[in-house]
């Protein structure tokens, strides 16, 4: 239970069971965006490690990490950057496929929004396995931009997505565990 | 040309032509969200209307209205929430169907989201025919919540979707205007 502000993020997320299939607990971080002191100190607690440090963009991965991420960008007086699915861009992009359980996606970003000297936090509402945040991260190196850290609010540290983040020297802040997924 | 501020947020939304096809200029919205000024200066003109305005919500319509959503509730301190593209939502939904040039698409948005009593202000970047608008304005009808008011950064006046929205009784607040579309 994380008690910062007062204000306990885990009790506002709900927890869906069998969805989006038999087994899974789904956390549904909706009614967390939805309560105002919720949305305050979700972007409050994303942004505090932050405060002080020298970022330039906001990243968000579409559709939730874009809630969040406009609202830390506005919080932190920086630029939002959008990472999108494959095709949702209308300019120059560079792209990077990654596996989901059955078959393959694609994440892109516009090839002249970040670059060399560029110093960027990754914001999303969730960690699991970290496919998407991991091809967001590659994305962002592959453009030349410095990864500061990646923020999220939830983390399912057993399906080790957080973990495989750290190992590949990313600094990872994460708000709430969920166990047992 | 609009300078509340001193930021010309027109300047900073690439035109770009010939998307998404041959004869259609499309705004690209991604340069004015990635510059911190710009950012700053959309959220504060779409929400200075409403300063003094009792709202519980702001609503964003996926995905682009969930970066300035998400940005323009945590600036007014409210809670936010998402009408999805079908099938999105984990919980619960009602829904409306609505029609684009080649079919049908459809939004949603939790059944226990939004209902009688809350007041809401539908936020999204750009209303062009109105359609996807409008169908997340008679959702919001549906639920039984009062629509305050409809922000956009862009409007498209030649294709009339703010007319439309007007003539049905919506407050429609936009920031700047693209002719010839």
Do not use: C
């Not at 994303?46 to 406009?70: C, H, M, N, Q, S």
Request: aromatic share 8%; no cysteine.
């Amino acid at each position: 239970m994380d008690l910062r502000n007062g204000f306990d993020i885990s009790r506002y997320i709900r927890s869906i069971p069998d969805y989006p299939k038999k087994g899974i607990i789904f956390r549904d971080i909706t009614t967390l965006l939805a309560n105002p002191h919720g949305l305050r100190a979700a972007v409050d607690e994303l942004v505090w490690p932050f405060l002080k440090t020298d970022i330039d963009y906001v990243i968000g991965i579409e559709a939730r990490g874009f809630i969040l991420g406009g609202a830390v960008a506005h919080e932190l007086g920086k630029g939002f950057v959008p990472i999108r699915k494959k095709g949702k861009l209308p300019w120059k992009v560079i792209g990077r496929d990654y596996e989901l359980e059955y078959g393959v996606d694609r994440i892109e970003v516009h090839a002249d929004a970040i670059g060399e000297g560029d110093r960027v936090l990754l914001v999303d509402d969730l960690i699991a396995t970290g496919g998407t945040a991991d091809a967001a991260i590659e994305l962002i190196r592959e453009s030349g931009a410095e990864l500061i850290a990646a923020a999220f609010v939830i983390d399912l540290p057993d399906l080790g997505g957080a973990q495989k983040l750290r190992e590949k020297g990313v600094k990872v802040h994460t708000l709430v565990e969920f166990e047992g997924e």
